[in-house]
């Protein structure tokens, strides 16, 4: 989801579902399930969150109880890079925030292999999950990866053999 996505989050849209998200860029809410690990990651935090003393019903919230400034997340990400030698890892420049869409986009794309109707159908459900309000603007999250390559490759050489893609 997007970073003001997920600071705009409010304890009630954790549903035994996933998470609901209101009112994003195009005025328009959508459910977003989530991964056993994930959710599993959020029933943890959830314990912590709601032990805390405090009348702001913003999701993620400061150990002081208060919503989390745009800013405050950033600067916490940034330490995160600087803790794990990533600055500066991609060609000089240091990975953002949003890098994280594209990167889940990229990844999920993978896992369809060689299947063109299993492609069709996860690029409709991942533009939906990523909030696009039309499918083609998924296209520009995605990128050459030597996976994604290497099954392009795969799938063209089997078309020119007349084998099975």
């Known amino acids: ?35 056993a690990t994930a959710r599993l990651a959020l029933d943890r935090y959830l314990v912590t969150r709601r032990s805390l003393t405090t009348t702001d019903r913003a999701l993620f919230v400061s150990v002081a109880g208060q919503s989390l400034p745009y800013n405050t997340v950033r600067r916490i990400f940034l330490q995160l890079l600087d803790s794990t030698n990533l600055r500066g890892a991609y060609a000089g ?3 953002r925030i949003h890098d994280l869409r594209h990167t889940f986009a990229v990844r999920s794309l993978e896992q369809c292999r060689h299947d063109r109707a299993a492609i069709a159908r996860h690029i409709v459900a991942l533009s939906t999950y990523l909030g696009h309000a039309h499918v083609t603007d998924t ?19 089997a078309l020119l053999t007349g084998g099975v893609a």
């Open 1 to 35: 989801m997007r970073i003001a996505e997920a600071l705009a989050l409010q304890i009630d849209d954790v549903t035994a579902d996933g998470l609901v998200v209101r009112q994003t860029k195009f005025q328009k809410s959508r459910l977003l399930p989530l991964h």
């Open 93 to 95: 420049r240091d990975p």
């Open 139 to 157: 296209y520009w999250y995605l990128q050459a990866t030597p996976t994604l390559m290497g099954q392009i490759a795969e799938a063209g050489e």
